[in-house]
């Protein structure tokens, strides 16, 4: 499991700012009322992330990336074209590539991903 101090009150590239990061062993669901490995509440550039308890580093790692892309497009009125068009799958995907290109989640990989995306 990551620490999730340093992703907590964290100010990101592109003006959004990460509220909190927890953990939770409660069941979670995406829209559709299938199983999720990780929610985000976002209020405003605000961000409340809850990643599922008991995943590998590499899970959380993979997750958090994933949660922090999809939330600042969907935060964006006008998000970067190169994400205009990103559905749950491309997310997964750069979440997985950005994971394998840059390694482990930090605060400096989460600017990197987000910077390279146009935020």
């Known amino acids: 499991?990551?620490?999730p101090a340093?992703?907590?009150n964290l100010f990101l590239h592109g003006g959004f700012f990460v509220?909190?990061?927890e953990f939770t062993h409660e069941p979670m669901f995406d829209a559709l009322e299938r199983d999720a490995l990780a929610q985000t509440r976002i209020i405003g550039n605000r961000f409340q992330?809850?990643?599922l308890g008991g995943m590998s580093e590499v899970e959380d790692s993979i997750s958090?990336?994933?949660e922090?892309?999809?939330a600042a497009t969907l935060a964006r009125l006008r998000p970067p074209d190169s994400v205009m068009e990103?559905?749950?799958g491309d997310f997964e995907r750069v979440a997985k590539e950005t994971h394998?290109?840059?390694g482990p989640v930090t605060p400096e990989n989460l600017n990197r991903l987000l910077q390279s995306y146009g935020f």
């Open 1 to 3: 499991m990551i620490d």
């Open 68 to 70: 922090v892309l999809e």
């Open 6 to 8: 340093p992703f907590n």
């Open 86 to 88: 990103f559905n749950e």
């Open 100 to 102: 394998a290109k840059l």
């Open 49 to 51: 992330i809850r990643l």
């Open 64 to 66: 958090l990336y994933h």
């Open 19 to 21: 509220t909190s990061v």
